[in-house]
């Protein structure tokens, strides 16, 4: 079965700095990994998506995500971050065999520092 | 456009009180269905989904109940809440067809405090 780690539950950034989240899956098929985002109280949005293709994948918000087969990690990162990116993120991932469950990782809560 | 509606937005019930949060999506035909709970620093536990009417998977033995009654609604039930059952739930929908990719589609939550 899969499994999703999110090493860091909290991570603070300074304004404008870069910020990488972590994400490892373990999986023993194919699989589809997913970034969403969740602004407080609200249900989770998709930020990013890696289905097939290029490994690098990137945002509308200047987000973007590594898919690293060997290392199983599909990690998160932003060059300069800001206030509004304060959020909870969350990785995700389907298999291909089968698709319709979707496993969540624990979270990382971003807090940007002004 | 595909839409999701979920509720109520909040709830407050008492220890051993029954529950019912309904979820429907327009704008779309057979999608997949999940509740998801999440629990304050725990992230998202998926508890049940549905490929179809009257078709519910189980994730975590519980007291709680799914069920599909139409299409597009899916429902999430207990006949006698407990504290731990406190937490955010999130209904959410994905394509089912060839272009099924996993991706899902949130609604806005409901949350529920059980005293």
Do not use: M
């Given at each position: 079965?899969?499994?999703v780690?999110q090493?860091?539950?909290?991570?603070?950034?300074f304004?404008?700095?870069?910020?990488?989240?972590?994400?490892?899956?373990?999986?023993?098929?194919?699989v589809?990994?997913?970034?969403?985002?969740?602004?407080?109280?609200?249900?989770?949005?998709l930020?990013?998506?890696?289905?097939s293709?290029?490994?690098?994948?990137?945002?509308?918000?200047?987000f973007?995500?590594?898919?690293?087969k060997?290392?199983?990690?599909?990690?998160?990162?932003?060059?300069s971050?800001?206030?509004?990116?304060?959020?909870?993120?969350?990785?995700a991932?389907?298999?291909?065999t089968?698709?319709?469950k979707?496993?969540?990782?624990?979270?990382?809560?971003?807090?940007?520092?002004p | 456009?595909?839409t999701?509606?979920?509720w109520?937005?909040?709830?407050?019930q008492?220890?051993?009180?029954?529950l019912?949060?309904?979820?429907?999506?327009e704008?779309?035909?057979?999608?997949n269905?999940?509740?998801?709970?999440?629990?304050?620093?725990?992230g998202?536990?998926?508890?049940?989904?549905?490929?179809?009417?009257?078709?519910i998977s189980?994730?975590?033995?519980?007291?709680?109940?799914a069920?599909?009654?139409?299409?597009?609604?899916f429902i999430?039930?207990?006949?006698?809440?407990?504290?731990?059952?406190?937490?955010?739930?999130?209904?959410?929908?994905?394509?089912?067809?060839g272009?099924?990719?996993?991706?899902?589609?949130?609604?806005?939550?409901?949350?529920?405090?059980?005293?």
């Amino acid at each position: 079965a899969q499994s999703v780690t999110q090493l860091d539950s909290q991570v603070p950034v300074f304004e404008e700095a870069p910020v990488e989240l972590r994400c490892n899956y373990s999986s023993s098929v194919s699989v589809y990994l997913f970034w969403y985002v969740q602004y407080p109280n609200q249900g989770l949005q998709l930020l990013l998506k890696y289905l097939s293709g290029s490994t690098l994948v990137e945002s509308i918000n200047g987000f973007e995500a590594e898919f690293n087969k060997s290392q199983t990690s599909f990690h998160l990162r932003k060059p300069s971050v800001h206030i509004s990116d304060t959020a909870e993120y969350f990785c995700a991932v389907s298999e291909k065999t089968s698709y319709d469950k979707v496993i969540f990782g624990p979270g990382t809560s971003l807090s940007v520092i002004p | 456009s595909q839409t999701i509606h979920q509720w109520p937005a909040t709830l407050v019930q008492p220890v051993g009180s029954p529950l019912s949060l309904e979820c429907t999506v327009e704008g779309t035909s057979n999608p997949n269905l999940y509740w998801y709970r999440q629990a304050a620093g725990r992230g998202l536990q998926l508890l049940f989904y549905s490929v179809g009417i009257g078709q519910i998977s189980s994730e975590v033995p519980q007291n709680l109940s799914a069920s599909r009654p139409q299409d597009r609604q899916f429902i999430l039930s207990s006949k006698k809440l407990l504290l731990s059952d406190s937490g955010f739930y999130l209904c959410a929908w994905s394509v089912i067809s060839g272009y099924l990719t996993g991706e899902l589609f949130f609604g806005e939550g409901s949350r529920l405090t059980v005293l």
